[in-house]
């Protein structure tokens, strides 16, 4: 039988870790032949929800499951991690700074790098959803020296798959006819979701539009700022749509992008299209052999090139300060 797959997801006990573990257990994380086991990390007064939730695992009675185990020591929980969901953060509270966010996430983020940088298995992939994502993934990579940098990825899958259906909608298409979809730059609302390169039925996302202002004025704010109007109808932030973000990048991470199609993710900054080298980023990615790639080569207008670089430069300015904290 083939050897389990060591899955560890943080913040198990929260909405997301509550829509992300039953997919795994079932198997949409790495596909119907690969059995996994189960690593939640919590902080100690949240163990006994996730022992909760382990149950409720336990009374799936899923084929593929082949071990839960609740800890809320890092260490324990990254030992010979293959997959690491890095989901449980601290979230921005009433009157709280950028930088005192950062900093807490920090003390999140340094101990759980070390601790994948001590156990983890040699093929770990590590996806940061925990906000700020793309800053704590940074921190986790800077703290875990031995991994390849190119293992620490941060999610944008969720603000790709949410332009998807943005487009489909004004185009009057189906999800599927849409291609190449983009976004650029951090996880927040200054990301830019990009339909310039985007493929619809032999033309290009903006020409099917036709409509700048749309672009401009709906479309692209819409897309950044879907979190806050989930949580305005909802009563409650993203969870089983950032779930199935987080399923489907590693899918495609493990299994490969499909050919003639790319996706979204934030990977280290190799320098491509301006963006400063080291930086966790969203580009325009294929996976081919286990790996990202960047997309090479696409031509980047006025338009575009004023948007990704505002964003990349609020992820600069995020370095500098986590920097600063000593952080990184
Ligand atoms: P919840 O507050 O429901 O759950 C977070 C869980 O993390 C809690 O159970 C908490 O005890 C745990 N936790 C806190 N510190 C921890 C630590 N040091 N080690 C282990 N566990 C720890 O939040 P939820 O709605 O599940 O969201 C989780 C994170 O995802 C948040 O940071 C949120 O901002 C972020 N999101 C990111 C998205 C993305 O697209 N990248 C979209 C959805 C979501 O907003």
Not at 1 to 29: C, D, E, M
Not at 89 to 108: F, S
Not at 243 to 253: E, F, G, S
Request: with cysteine; hydrophobic share 45%.
């Amino acid at each position: 039988a083939q050897v389990p797959v060591n899955v560890t997801v943080t913040g198990a006990a929260g909405q997301i870790g509550y829509a992300l573990l039953f997919r795994i257990a079932s198997g949409q994380l790495l596909g119907p032949d690969t059995p996994v086991k189960l690593r939640l990390l919590e902080i100690p007064q949240a163990v006994k929800a996730a022992e909760g939730t382990a149950m409720e695992l336990d009374d799936c009675a899923f084929p593929l499951l082949k071990g839960i185990d609740i800890f809320d020591d890092a260490r324990q929980a990254f030992d010979g991690v293959n997959i690491a969901l890095l989901v449980g953060a601290r979230p921005r509270t009433k009157g709280m700074e950028r930088g005192d966010l950062l900093e807490a996430n920090g003390g999140i983020f340094k101990p759980q790098g070390e601790a994948i940088n001590a156990g983890a298995a040699d093929d770990v992939r590590v996806l940061v959803v925990g906000n700020p994502a793309n800053t704590n993934a940074l921190i986790a990579q800077a703290h875990a020296p031995d991994v390849p940098a190119e293992r620490f990825t941060a999610m944008t899958r969720l603000d790709h798959n949410r332009a998807l259906t943005q487009l489909a909608k004004k185009l009057g298409v189906d999800v599927t006819e849409i291609k190449k979809m983009t976004i650029w730059g951090n996880h927040s609302a200054t990301q830019y979701p990009d339909i310039f390169h985007a493929e619809v039925n032999g033309t290009t996302g903006a020409k099917a539009v036709n409509d700048e202002a749309w672009v401009r004025d709906e479309f692209i704010p819409t897309v950044a700022k879907r979190g806050a109007a989930i949580i305005e109808a909802r009563g409650a932030s993203s969870a089983a749509s950032a779930a199935n973000a987080a399923i489907d990048h590693v899918y495609d991470w493990v299994n490969g992008t499909p050919e003639g199609d790319w996706t979204s993710a934030a990977i280290p900054s190799d320098g491509s299209y301006g963006v400063p080298e080291g930086l966790i980023s969203s580009f325009p990615v294929v996976s081919r052999g286990g790996r990202w790639e960047i997309v090479p080569d696409l031509e980047i207008d006025a338009f575009s090139r004023e948007r990704i670089d505002a964003s990349v430069q609020e992820l600069s300015e995020e370095r500098e300060a986590v920097r600063k904290l000593g952080l990184l």
